[in-house]
């Protein structure tokens, strides 16, 4: 069975947690399953099935019709708008969180839908015993960063910020938020260790956040607020109950997908 995924950027071409999720899901397809990260939309005309990432690169009437006549699964990684059409025709829809799900399908009935966490390997990470506060993220608006410099000049709490993208200007002039070099996501068990809190104040609503649930399998404490989507999974603080929820995920992310494409 031959599978494409068509998403934003071509694969490691942008960090973030999408990326990563995806770059799992290659990863543990099972071995009768080829799957082939598109670099270009019309790559899709060689195709039947497909799982679609993110699209905000294409308008929506390019899309509904690059996906007219096939097989698609849709993973939302995010809020962001999707045309009916395009949810209507999916065979199956895959949210990050249950709060997400709830959100955006709401009372809609009709439709398959699966909730797959931010695919991360439980195995990379471990306990540490570490101190001091991190923050962890893009640094958007969105990711929170105005949340971020305001609580840490309430409560007087130095920060470690080790973020992608430009920081803003209040953000390099704060006496407690202290801006550090990006490190790479295979350096991330190490910066994890080194720490007692993450700070998590996202903006708006969160589907799901991987850097919250590395976070937590590192032992760290979270400060977070009711827009992260991962608290509402059950016991979120768990740490054994996340590893074996993140061991099982991809599994049977495979099996909900091809039974959807195969239907």
């Known amino acids: ?9 071509v694969e490691d ?6 990326n990563l999720t995806l770059r799992r899901l290659v990863k543990t397809a099972p071995r009768n399953v080829k799957v082939v990260w598109l670099s270009d939309l019309l790559q899709l005309n060689y195709y039947q099935n497909v799982i679609v990432a ?3 690169s294409i308008s929506n009437i390019t899309l509904e019709q690059a996906l007219e006549g ?12 999707v045309p009916p059409k395009i949810i209507k025709d999916a065979v199956l829809l895959v949210y990050m969180s249950p709060k997400q799900r709830n959100d955006m399908l709401g009372r809609l009935t009709g439709y398959k839908s699966y909730v797959m966490p931010s695919l991360v390997d439980p195995d990379m990470f471990s306990l540490g015993n570490g101190k001091g506060h991190l923050w962890v993220g893009n640094y958007s608006r969105q990711k929170g960063i105005r949340n971020l410099w305001e609580w840490a000049e309430k409560n007087e709490t130095h920060i ?15 006496k407690y938020c202290h801006v550090k070099v990006p490190v790479l996501h295979n350096q991330m068990p190490d910066l994890y ?7 998590h104040l996202p903006k708006g609503r969160e589907a799901g956040s991987r850097v919250f649930i590395e976070a937590l399998l590192s032992g760290l404490s979270i400060l977070t607020n009711e827009m992260e ?12 109950r996340w590893r074996s929820r993140l061991r099982t995920a ?7 997908a091809i039974e959807a494409l195969q239907t």
């Open 250 to 256: 991809p599994k049977r992310f495979w099996q909900i």
């Open 193 to 199: 260790r080194r720490y007692k809190t993450l700070v």
């Open 160 to 174: 470690d910020l080790y973020g992608f993208g430009v920081p803003k200007v209040y953000l390099g002039q704060s």
């Open 229 to 240: 989507g991962d608290l509402s999974f059950d016991r979120p603080y768990s740490i054994d």
């Open 13 to 18: 071409e942008v960090p973030g947690g999408a």
């Open 1 to 9: 069975m031959r599978i494409a995924i068509f998403h934003d950027y």
């Open 70 to 81: 096939k097989q698609y699964v849709k993973i939302h990684f995010d809020y962001r708008y």
């Open 54 to 56: 993110n699209t905000r």
